[in-house]
């Protein structure tokens, strides 16, 4: 397993069936991802699982022995720094409480699209619920997110 | 600009009116922001609560013997391990736990603490109840009935309020026009994302607990915890963020209580994370409400008179129920001037869910009420909708409909509407509708609001700041209300810059520990950038004045300046806030001011809605939105928008999904799987534009917004609704099913 790209001893057999979240919070103090629900609903415990977001509270850690994953402690060492400076700048983070959750909704989204639509982007957050903010400027911030990463593009 | 680019003799930008990020923005992208149910201790157990799954019965028996004896649990509280065991002063707070009845399905019985939170739930498990079922109040009705059972020695009518101007029926008796309507709203769940939890920890030497637990009222929650715990007040200390979420359900949360009662027992620093599932059945909700209204038109559409009524459930114990209907009666009227008008409510002991503060208190449902009613004599008259408001509206100034008194001349609904109406949203309406495809019919509806700013006249509300200068010329101040997620103190430090014209990178804002801020009343009544902005800016002013009655130059030589007033003495001051009165309580008997609690100011806002409505399944689907606000001066515009669109979701969530589902005293909607809030996709692009104001009491200007946006959302929908389909939904959420039923229903499409 590795988290935030570096490798993370392998958990203990006795550990396997605990939940990612609760073994990324408590054994691996990275308390980035939250609990919201504990059932996959809110969106709020997403990290990502070999490049796809994923709410961690729906996954054993036996699952994921082999697995790359990134938490919002690793999104600035994945490229992400602008994707969080445009959520500070666009004043799109309120409690803040969903924000690692949608933060990787977001990374993984322009990991695999450099340059999201709306659409696109509308379907990456439909599993993220944030109930301060009304979610707008979030299409914004990650299109601020995608120029700045990628100057030269379309989205430029 | 950094603080050494200052040239001497040159002030700084102003920062009222420029939008500034949170302060705690870049802690919170990172994920480094410790929120307090993140929070870990040395030594740390971990809590878990037993609640009751019946609704009502007595408690004949609690036995904890087999859940001390499971390895790994320390301790288990119940009722008779409670010093004093009350939520507050009354009976009808309710218990910290429960002792001789449970009263509804969630309430807490025992807490458990252990070494791990797997075995505090198992042990959660073993505990042995005896109980006896008792008959179930499972409504206001129920409630009233002469031979309901009676939750409370005082009865079950938990608080009345009434108010009449004058013979409302004589009015009606003149009127072209009367409407007798009624509308029911449903008990909304506020799902703040991070759920009630903390950590207490007690020190045994001093007799001391310190909690880290959200709060909107962290001085409230202080001295609830030693009213439970018999200890002094000085003797707790609330720490209560940061929080993810409150909108009114960490103001009555007794979490702090339980977290207090926890790790005074064991000992030990205790845990406690609330599953989803308990905060569904336990937590306190918005108030479902009942609410008739007759009022009558004249030709041209001016009011002539009101009549409304509104019960509610509050649940098993007091919380807010009173309060809120308080806030309701003065609302009644909405944002209207006419000359007669009567409210009459009363609030219920019932055995469903716990109701209690939910941005807007009391105010979006008899909103719904009577911009309903707006509505449907707009069409009856043949009147534009939006026409029959500006004929009706409040002038800053003008005597309030119901108490006659005297508004602020900062009110400014009229600009609101015109505002609205010159929008193209509102403009374009028939070519947008025209635009309709397929089985989507469109429609656009316009709706105003106003909503009191602070407790109202005759409550003493007061807010304070503590203020230190130091010999760097740095400043710290410690201020409230308390920050639960709109980042108040970024917006008190504008306040200060400007008022002390000192760099903002130099001054330090606190919030929400006990420790260290004095006391300023809940983050609630839309009262935090109002009342605790005025209080920082009057703290800031003293300073001010201080150094110039000492001839001292604070704003080019704050190192200078502060090093002397430290040598002085003088570096601290300390200010208030106290919300002012009313100029004329009108017709409010001067003994009962603060029964009735008429506001001085008051936000107001007009929202224009797009509604697209699929007759084929019901679906209401919402695009756009315009918003208009009349807030003041908004000291940090992006964050007021960002209070607005949230608040805003929240309604439109109350409008079209939420609905917290309770019978026979067991709640149906137990979860985010059947109890649904609006995701990205049920959001509509909106705008939001603030009117030219400016509220004389408030800091810089300023006056509060982040309840009143809740309100004309849910009318406006419903009357792009009846704009849509012909048909105007009086009962709340209009879900699919009942939107199909009502269309099916309707007379001729």
């Excluded at chain 1, 639509?117 to 439909?126: F, G, K, N, P, V």
């Excluded at chain 2, 999904?657 to 692009?685: K, Q």
Aim: hydrophobic content about 40%.
């Amino acid at each position: 397993m590795h988290v935030n790209g570096d490798p993370v001893a392998t958990p203990a057999e006795a550990d396997h069936g605990l939940r990612l979240l609760d073994y990324l919070r408590d054994h691996l103090g990275l308390t980035g991802a939250k609990e919201g629900c504990g059932m996959g609903e809110c969106g709020s415990c997403t990290v990502i699982i070999d490049g796809r977001a994923i709410t961690s509270c729906l996954v054993l850690v036996g699952q994921v022995l082999d697995a790359e994953i990134r938490t919002v402690e690793g999104l600035a060492a994945a490229g992400h720094g602008p994707l969080q400076d445009a959520f500070v700048a666009r004043q799109a983070v309120q409690c803040g409480y969903c924000i690692p959750g949608v933060l990787n909704s977001c990374a993984a989204l322009l990991d695999r699209d450099p340059d999201p639509t709306d659409a696109q982007i509308c379907e990456a957050l439909d599993g993220n619920l944030c109930r301060c903010t009304a979610y707008n400027r979030f299409y914004d911030a990650v299109h601020d997110a995608a120029a700045a990463r990628h100057p030269n593009g379309a989205g430029a | 600009m950094t603080p050494g680019a200052h040239a001497v003799g040159t002030s700084p930008a102003p920062w009222v009116g420029r939008s500034r990020p949170s302060l705690e923005g870049n802690d919170i992208v990172t994920g480094a922001i410790t929120y307090v149910t993140d929070r870990r201790e040395e030594g740390m157990l971990h809590g878990y609560v037993l609640r009751s799954t019946v609704p009502h019965a007595r408690i004949d028996g609690i036995d904890v013997s087999a859940a001390l004896a499971l390895p790994g649990v320390v301790t288990v509280v119940t009722a008779a391990d409670v010093p004093v065991n009350a939520l507050g002063p009354r009976d009808v707070d309710g218990p910290a736990l429960a002792d001789t009845v449970v009263r509804q399905v969630g309430e807490a019985i025992a807490l458990i603490a252990a070494t791990d939170a797997r075995t505090a739930e198992a042990a959660a498990g073993l505990i042995g109840l005896d109980l006896t079922a008792l008959p179930v109040v499972d409504g206001p009705a129920a409630a009233a009935a002469p031979d309901a059972p009676q939750l409370h020695e005082s009865g079950n009518v938990s608080g009345a309020i009434a108010f009449s101007s004058g013979d409302v029926e004589a009015a009606l008796a003149d009127a072209h026009l009367v409407l007798r309507r009624s509308v029911h709203t449903p008990a909304q769940e506020h799902v703040a994302i991070e759920t009630p939890g903390g950590v207490a920890r007690w020190d045994a030497d001093a007799t001391s607990v310190t909690i880290w637990c959200g709060s909107q009222n962290p001085g409230l929650h202080q001295r609830k915890v030693a009213r439970a715990l018999d200890i002094p007040q000085e003797s707790v200390r609330m720490i209560a963020n940061p929080v993810g979420g409150a909108f009114g359900s960490r103001n009555d949360d007794p979490m702090p209580v339980f977290l207090a009662l926890l790790a005074r027992r064991a000992g030990a620093p205790v845990h406690v994370h609330m599953t989803r599932e308990d905060v569904m059945a336990a937590g306190a909700k918005r108030h479902p409400f009942w609410t008739s209204i007759d009022i009558g038109f004249a030709a041209d559409g001016r009011i002539l008179g009101s009549a409304v009524r509104a019960v509610a459930d509050t649940g098993p114990i007091i919380t807010s129920g009173p309060n809120v209907m308080k806030t309701s009666a003065e609302m009644s009227t909405g944002p209207y001037g006419f000359d007669v008008a009567s409210f009459d409510g009363t609030v219920y002991y019932t055995n469903n869910a716990n109701a209690g503060a939910f941005r807007g208190y009391g105010v979006p449902q008899v909103a719904f009420a009577i911009e309903n009613a707006i509505t449907e004599a707009a069409h009856e008259l043949g009147l534009d909708p939006a026409e029959v408001r500006l004929r009706n509206v409040l002038d800053g100034g003008d005597r309030h409909s119901l108490y006659r008194h005297r508004t602020t001349t900062s009110l400014n609904v009229r600009a609101t509407l015109r505002t609205a109406v010159e929008h193209p949203l509102w403009a374009q309406r028939r070519q947008w509708q025209a635009g309709a495809v397929g089985p989507w019919r469109r429609g656009t509806g316009i709706a105003v609001a106003m909503k009191g700013v602070g407790m109202g006249s005759g409550t003493g509300d007061t807010a304070r700041a503590r203020l230190h200068i130091d010999d760097r010329g740095h400043v710290i101040i410690w201020a409230g209300p308390n920050h639960t997620g709109q980042s108040i103190q970024t917006t008190y430090g504008q306040v200060a810059a400007d008022a002390l014209g000192l760099p903002i990178e130099t001054i330090d804002v606190r919030v929400g520990d006990t420790g260290e801020v004095p006391e300023s009343g809940p983050t609630a009544a839309s009262r935090s950038t109002y009342a605790g902005g005025a209080a920082v800016r009057a703290a800031c002013d003293e300073l001010v004045e201080r150094c110039r009655g000492l001839g001292l130059p604070l704003a080019t030589d704050a190192a200078g300046v502060g090093t002397k007033l430290v040598e002085l003495g003088e570096a601290e001051v300390n200010a208030e806030f106290r919300l002012p009165d009313t100029d004329d309580i009108g017709i409010v008997p001067p003994e009962q001011l603060a029964t009735f609690a008429p506001h001085r100011v008051y936000g107001t806002c007009t929202q224009v809605v797009r509604v697209e409505v699929n007759t084929l399944t019901g679906e209401v689907r919402v695009p756009e939105l315009l918003c208009v606000l009349d807030c003041g001066t908004p000291i940090n515009p992006a964050a007021t928008i960002g209070q607005a669109e949230g608040g805003i979701l929240q309604g439109l969530g109350m409008a079209i999904m939420e609905d917290h589902r309770v019978s026979e005293g067991i709640p149906r909607t137990t979860s985010l799987e059947n109890y649904l809030v609006p995701t990205i996709a049920d959001t509509p692009r909106m705008h939001t534009l603030f009117i030219e104001g400016s509220e004389d009491s408030g800091p810089f200007g300023a006056k509060g917004m982040s309840e009143v946006v809740v309100v004309p959302t849910p009318p406006a929908i419903a009357a792009a609704i009846r704009d849509a389909v012909g048909v105007l939904p009086q009962e709340l959420p209009v879900t699919p099913e009942r939107m199909l039923a009502l269309i099916e229903e309707a007379p001729c499409m």
